[in-house]
């Protein structure tokens, strides 16, 4: 058979795209697990458009919920020309019985275990409607993903696309916002150390991004492999947590390992919150004192937070720039809260009557719309002050400001170009999204 494996990527003139891109693992991964004997080609329209025309048998599509309309009528689309199209990922994880509406196959939780026999199925014309994997893939002894079938994009601006590397998967936190562990479980699994190692020895590229929801939670693996790492010379970018910070000879090891730089959740700064976000709810360290520890060992920050918590007040958005700017965080990422479905965030505002509208996500509204009812605050004060908060943080005073408290090493000119560069299309992303508008804002009640 000829496979095309599909990632989509919104195509809308509207759509506000993130400046942050990365070469895939998944994909990659499921065609190096494919059965012998067919022919596969990956798509990743972040990169390059899909051609529809091309002659192919089967077609798999990963599904993100935000990009999931997207995702349908590609779907739609191949089964209209009577190609046979399999559905997998989060969104198809949580909502399986949607998904089957646009595909000829639904895969339910972490693909690796039923992909060679769905595979196999379809060869033979016998695929079924719903392929469950009945167990958490065993990590160790997977294969070296066909990174050889990806697009050969290196640069973004002036940036480097970092090849994505995976080192383990799920996370015990179980935030109510975030469905990780329902789809990937709440056991943190970690890949064999050497098998790693083995996978970025044959990786042709310096830049990597480790793709894990929870980098370095196993403290001693994660040790290993840097100690492993510092001789390969390698730059990495990765997305962890707070408690990172705590350990120092931790930091240290990442820094020698070659760690530029770390997407962090802070999520809140107001401590009510903080305490209801399992991931920081027992935080040995504050705030201040981990920038303080990223930055020591040279690490570039892009801190991410939220909006929308239940115990949050209107305060939040004066606190959060006050900490944005006192710790001269490299890069911010402002959201509103989204209740994504397949969480308990989700189910929760659904049972109190707070959702506006339950299937918000087949609705093409862009990113950061309200859709539920806040508690802590009224629907006009939090989005105003999202609002408030964006055009201060990235304001062209509060970006220099910002970039003075740059590590000295990052003051090269590929370091002040790639701050500018990410700061300036960041700026633009989130300017642009403040011109959209808010459809259920008008004549809500207060709290």
């Excluded at 689309?77 to 909502?95: C, D, E, N």
């Excluded at 050889?148 to 995976?166: K, N």
Aim: hydrophobic letters at 40%; charged letters at 25%; glycine letters at 8%.
């Amino acid at each position: 058979m000829k496979i095309k494996l599909i990632a989509p990527h919104e195509q809308r003139e509207d759509a506000i795209s993130s400046p942050f891109k990365l070469q895939r693992v998944n994909l990659p991964l499921l065609a190096a697990l494919t059965p012998p004997g067919h022919t596969i080609t990956i798509v990743e329209e972040a990169f390059a458009p899909d051609d529809i025309h091309q002659e192919v048998d089967l077609v798999g599509i990963t599904v993100l919920t935000e990009l999931a309309p997207r995702a349908y009528r590609i779907a739609d689309a191949y089964r209209q020309k009577a190609v046979k199209v399999v559905l997998g990922g989060i969104h198809p994880t949580v909502l399986p019985d949607e998904a089957l509406e646009h595909a000829d196959a639904v895969v339910v939780g972490e693909a690796e275990g039923v992909w060679p026999r769905l595979v196999s199925d379809a060869a033979s014309g016998q695929m079924q409607r719903i392929y469950r994997a009945g167990k958490l893939t065993d990590l160790q002894g997977l294969p070296k993903p066909r990174r050889d079938l990806l697009p050969g994009t290196q640069y973004q601006g002036f940036t480097r696309i970092p090849i994505g590397v995976e080192t383990s998967r799920g996370c015990p936190y179980d935030c109510e916002f975030c469905c990780i562990g329902q789809t990937l479980g709440q056991q943190y699994r970690v890949r064999p150390v050497q098998e790693v190692i083995a996978e970025i020895e044959s990786i042709d590229s310096p830049h990597l991004f480790f793709a894990d929801d929870s980098l370095g939670l196993n403290r001693n693996v994660a040790k290993k492999l840097f100690t492993e790492m510092i001789p390969l010379r390698r730059r990495w970018l990765a997305q962890g947590t707070v408690s990172l910070a705590q350990d120092l000879e931790l930091l240290e090891l990442m820094r020698r390992s070659g760690c530029l730089g770390l997407l962090i959740g802070f999520e809140s700064v107001q401590k009510a919150t903080q305490n209801e976000v399992m991931k920081i709810m027992n935080l040995r360290i504050d705030f201040y004192e981990a920038m303080r520890r990223f930055h020591g060992e040279g690490f570039g920050i892009l801190g991410s937070f939220v909006f929308g918590f239940d115990y949050e007040n209107k305060d939040v958005f004066e606190q959060t720039l006050e900490f944005i700017m006192r710790c001269r965080m490299d890069v911010v990422q402002l959201r509103v809260l989204t209740p994504y479905p397949g969480t308990r965030l989700y189910k929760r505002l659904s049972g109190e009557g707070r959702l506006f509208v339950r299937d918000w996500w087949l609705r093409g509204y862009p990113p950061d719309t309200l859709l539920f009812q806040p508690k802590g605050m009224t629907a006009d004060e939090l989005i105003s002050g999202y609002a408030r908060l964006n055009r201060q943080a990235y304001s062209l005073g509060a970006m220099m400001k910002r970039f003075l408290g740059m590590s000295p090493w990052k003051r090269t000119l590929l370091g002040c170009q790639a701050y500018a560069g990410v700061n300036l299309s960041t700026r633009n992303r989130y300017f642009k999204g403040l011109r959209n508008p808010q459809p259920f804002l008008q004549g809500l009640p207060t709290p």
